[in-house]
């Protein structure tokens, strides 16, 4: 056994100094399917093979139909299954089968702070991608907030490795529960779009391991996805496409990965090097399908001895483990789309993602006894956002907005009147958010004039998929369209005003938070978006959802803009904060934020007590148990997040004041006092040793922290860990 233990580790280490990329393969455990594809890989002609690395259409790669295998084909994600568009053109195809379900955006899911609903999406959208036929699903996608304007923010999750994780585990083990493949995106470092297939992310190894790669290294090592996109960025002076870092080395060496490297469309820049460094399929290209660079140049690549036929096996090995996993198992699900059942998991989705941000009179939820008549106020009010920008979008089968969810649960008993108040510019595809904020005074004063009339008001601002889109970032945190004038004004006329932001990032809420007590976060909430936020407002929900990542008083303080490292000189953005992103830089640096990570409030309350831990010392391999006491001293059940963070005492390097190891959220009845139980293994405490390559669990004392949000912190012990 211990012969056997050497004789393989000799064996990576000879594959690793070889630089041979298919002897990642090697070092697989081979099964009866290994075997099986290796017997189909035998059969195929160079030819056959080469065109399987390419694709041949908008959203498809070629099969071997003398072999029966069939057509690659993959859509995005990740707000639901986009529409058909034609096969070469990305207009609408036009069909009439493929309206489907807009699920709530990411840094909604990231805001329900519950894998549960991770899960549920995954599972909406694989059986939606089976109902068109669609193998490989381009989400989830879920790259670190690392700054608040990056357009792609609102797709991101959250600002936290661990919380990415979690979520991104669920939402893979969803898809794929449906025999349908999700693809990780964008894998790696992937945090603006300035520049977005330009920019050259600098990150020392350390922060690449501790902060951008751990939830990839979860979804795929404990999701087990089958395919990953690479990004546009390079990192660290190549290319994520031709990385071999990123994709040889870590991704297939060192995680084990056994599916398919996907390239984003159109981020392949080089022949030889991208094959090489392990990407396996290229897609999005232009110019015709036979001249892309993993087709007729490949082709003679391997002809000329540059690229070995065993990489090319290695590549087509990846596809077709994909596609035994997916349209080639056994039992594979017919699907199904735009159903009830997946408007409901929409739906609680969406009311979980909802933010309580303030209700410093108890104006919510509202009295609906008391309550005859409300303004609702705003543009978004009325708008959808399943489409916009440059993004992908999805035709939806309905999309209920703020107004008719209100509608549709108070109206008749109480008069719902509506006003625009300000009116979203329209920024078009590729548009840009400057000129974007002029108030419309005329639609303001219809706005005050109705508020005046009604014992509420209830204001639904934001931004839209045009303003916060793929391609492009903010140009700063300002709400847009003159919204701040709008709430000014209607808050002076109405003291019963509600304001309500929905959009996907954060934004400069200073002015709000100063002069209004009511205050909700919704997203670009899906299509059962507008009932999720009536039910909130009229506490038929109980809103649970937290701030996934940080809101700054002022962008100055955020840590790429602190050190003026964004949008990068010279295309070179370097990552110069290391470690300390988003909570982890605002907590070290002792910055107050407007709303911190994790924050979010509940109609009722939760008294944590009796914080406890099995052990005062721990092991390298031990496991962390935790307990905690969570009373709901209210009178109505709510759910709390339950947030554990721990830190380093006196660490021998430098480190943020704590990290987010473990959270749960639970349903906690009123007068209800629940036993939390969390766990947190000892060796996920490790820091990565950048001149070692190691990670190191320091010896020492920590200090663990029990917390409503990353501020709100109840209850605190500390524990040492030793040899
Ligand atoms: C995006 C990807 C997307 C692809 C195909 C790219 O521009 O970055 O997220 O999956 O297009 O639509």
Redesign the pocket.
């Known amino acids: 056994m211990k012969n056997n233990t050497y004789l393989y580790a000799i064996a990576i280490c000879l594959a690793l100094l070889t630089g041979d990329p298919a002897r990642g393969y090697a070092q697989r455990k081979s099964g009866p399917l290994d075997l099986k594809i290796n017997a189909i890989v035998k059969k195929m002609t160079l030819e056959e093979k080469i065109d399987m690395l390419h694709g041949n259409a908008l959203f498809s790669s070629a099969g071997v139909p003398r072999l029966a295998i069939p057509e690659l084909t993959c859509d995005?994600?990740p707000l639901g299954v986009?529409e058909e568009v034609l096969r070469f053109d990305w207009k609408s195809a036009n069909w009439t089968t493929d309206s489907a379900t807009f699920l709530p955006n990411g840094s909604a899911i990231a805001a329900t702070w519950n894998p549960v609903m991770a899960n549920k999406y995954g599972i909406v959208l694989g059986e939606e991608a089976n109902a068109r036929k669609k193998i490989v699903m381009?989400a989830p996608?879920f790259n670190i907030c690392r700054m608040p304007l990056c357009g792609r923010t609102y797709e991101y999750y959250s600002e936290d490795p661990y919380l990415n994780g979690q979520l991104a585990v669920q939402a893979v083990k969803g898809i794929q529960s449906q025999h349908v493949a999700a693809c990780v995106?964008?894998y790696a470092v992937n945090n603006q779009e300035i520049n977005r297939s330009t920019v050259n992310a600098v990150v020392d190894e350390r922060t690449l391991r501790e902060i951008y790669l751990p939830a990839f290294k979860a979804a795929i090592q404990q999701g087990d996805a089958w395919s990953i996109?690479s990004a546009?960025n390079k990192v660290n002076g190549y290319w994520c496409s031709e990385n071999d870092i990123l994709l040889n080395q870590i991704l297939k060496k060192e995680w084990g990965f056994k599916g398919a490297v996907i390239s984003?469309?159109?981020g392949v820049h080089h022949t030889l090097a991208a094959a090489n460094a392990g990407l396996d399929l290229e897609m999005?290209s232009s110019g015709p399908y036979d001249q892309w660079y993993f087709a007729k140049p490949l082709l003679a690549a391997v002809k000329a001895g540059k690229v070995t036929e065993k990489v090319i096996d290695d590549k087509v090995r990846r596809i077709l483990w994909l596609m035994y996993h997916t349209s080639l198992s056994e039992n594979h699900p017919n699907g199904s789309i735009a159903t009830p059942a997946h408007d409901k998991a929409a739906y609680d989705i969406a009311s979980e993602s909802i933010v309580l941000l303030k209700n410093d009179q108890h104006l919510l939820p509202l009295n609906t006894k008391a309550v005859k008549s409300i303004a609702v106020i705003g543009d978004n009010a009325t708008k959808t956002f399943a489409l916009g920008g440059y993004?992908?979008g999805v035709k939806v089968k309905h999309e209920i907005t703020a107004l008719a969810g209100i509608k549709a649960k108070l109206g008749g008993a109480v008069e719902v009147k509506f006003a625009q108040g300000y009116q979203a510019a329209s920024l078009g595809r590729r548009g840009t958010s400057e000129d974007s904020n002029k108030p419309d005074q005329a639609l303001i004063d219809q706005a005050v004039a109705l508020a005046k009339t009604t014992d509420v008001a209830i204001l639904c601002i934001g931004s839209n998929r045009e303003f916060e889109s793929?391609g492009r970032d903010r140009k700063n945190l300002e709400l847009p369209f003159g919204e701040q004038a709008l709430v000014s004004a209607v808050t002076a006329a109405n003291p019963n005003t509600i304001v309500v932001v929905m959009a996907g990032a954060p934004y400069d809420l200073n002015e709000i938070n100063k002069t209004n007590h009511t205050i909700i976060w919704s997203w670009f909430n899906g299509s059962e978006a507008g009932t999720a936020l009536a039910d909130v407002l009229t506490g038929t929900v109980n809103p649970s959802g937290k701030m996934p990542f940080t809101f700054p008083v002022s962008l100055k303080d955020s840590p790429a803009f602190a050190l003026n490292t964004y949008p990068g000189e010279n295309l070179t953005a370097n990552y110069a904060e290391g470690i300390l992103v988003g909570y982890r830089w605002y907590d070290t640096k002792k910055i107050d934020p407007l709303y911190c990570f994790g924050y979010g409030l509940s109609y009722t309350e939760f008294a944590f007590s009796n914080l406890k831990l099995n052990n005062k010392s721990y092991r390298e391999g031990d496991k962390i148990m935790a307990s905690i006491n969570v009373k709901n001293t209210g009178s109505i059940s709510g759910k709390e997040t339950v947030q554990l963070y721990i830190g380093k005492l006196n660490s021998a390097v430098p480190r943020a004041e704590k990290e987010l190891r473990s959270f749960k959220k639970i349903l906690i009845a009123p007068s209800q006092t629940a036993v939390v139980s969390l766990s947190v293994a000892v060796h996920d405490l490790a820091y990565f040793d950048d001149s070692t390559k190691k990670w190191v669990v320091e010896k020492g004392n920590y200090k663990i922290f029990a917390g409503s949000s990353s501020k709100d912190i109840r209850q605190v012990a500390t524990f040492s860990v030793h040899n």
């Open positions: 995005d994600g986009r381009l996608a995106k964008h996109m546009y984003d469309w159109g999005g993004g992908a793929e």
